[in-house]
């Protein structure tokens, strides 16, 4: 079952259990915050964008560019490509694992810290 993302036109799986932490509005704030104060420049479009995505990859970490490119629906997956190279040139995201068809993208201690998380 999928149900709308809350931030955009987007699908998120329900069936992943979420912290009520992470659904929290003052999160959401705080991933707002967070984008603002780390990219001078975008347009609030593309801030929009990249706050969503950073929410999904907080929710589902571990995942590859085309998994969000599912998730999320906010653009082509060069977009989603070009928004991860950002978050993670900020440092608010990170690959781990051995190779891309292993690894995934986790947010960062820092941006937990930024965040209160």
């Known amino acids: 079952m999928v149900i709308p993302h809350p931030l955009s036109s987007g ?3 329900s069936n992943r259990e979420r912290s009520n932490t992470i659904n929290d509005g003052a999160i959401d704030g705080a991933i707002d915050g967070a984008i ?8 609030k479009s593309t801030k929009t964008k990249l706050a969503i995505l950073l929410k999904v990859i907080l929710e ?9 490119l599912k998730i999320t629906n ?3 997956e ?3 490509e070009r928004y991860i190279v950002l978050l993670k040139e900020i440092g ?5 694992g051995t190779s891309s068809q292993t690894g995934g993208y986790y947010t960062t201690q820092l941006f937990k810290e930024l965040i209160n998380l």
């Open 11 to 13: 699908i998120v799986n």
């Open 74 to 76: 906010i653009g082509s």
């Open 92 to 96: 608010f995201i990170e690959f781990k």
């Open 60 to 68: 589902n970490e571990g995942k590859r560019t085309p998994d969000y």
């Open 78 to 80: 060069r977009t989603i």
């Open 36 to 43: 603002d104060g780390a990219i001078d420049g975008a347009t």
